[in-house]
Nanobody, 115 residues
Framework: QVQLVESGGGLVQAGGSLRLSCAAS????????MGWYRQAPGQERELVAR???????NYADSVKGRFTISRDSAKNTVSLQMSSLKAEDTAVYYCNLQAQPYVYWGQGTQVTVSS
């Protein structure tokens, strides 16, 4: 059983920064990627950033240049450094782990950006 535990959400003013972290525990086989998704009220869940086992990253266009994803493979953690936050970044952020053929999700952490 794989568990993902997120931390680091909260309330921040527009232009500020936050760092989200996600720790994975359990037996992880065929690891493929970890990432962050977000879901705002009334909207679908969307990819924010993702990093593969080989270190490749991809970002949503809306966060490029502002967010940075990183991974510590030894600790099975992934972090998302968010800077220059905007009101439209407000959402519940979910950690995601892909270990073929399974996909695991964290419980979500709220990020609220006040304008």
């Amino acid at each position: 059983q794989v568990q993902l535990v997120e931390s680091g959400g909260g309330l921040v003013q527009a232009g500020g920064s936050l760092r989200l972290s996600c720790a994975a525990s359990g037996s992880i086989f065929r690891f493929h990627a970890m990432g962050w998704y977000r879901q705002a009220p009334g909207q679908e869940r969307e990819l924010v950033a993702r990093i593969t086992s080989g270190g490749s990253t991809n970002y949503a266009d809306s966060v490029k240049g502002r967010f940075t994803i990183s991974r510590d493979s030894a600790k099975n953690t992934v972090s998302l450094q968010m800077s220059s936050l905007k009101a439209e970044d407000t959402a519940v952020y979910y950690c995601n782990l892909q270990a073929q053929p399974y996909v695991y999700w964290g419980q979500g952490t709220q990020v609220t950006v006040s304008s």
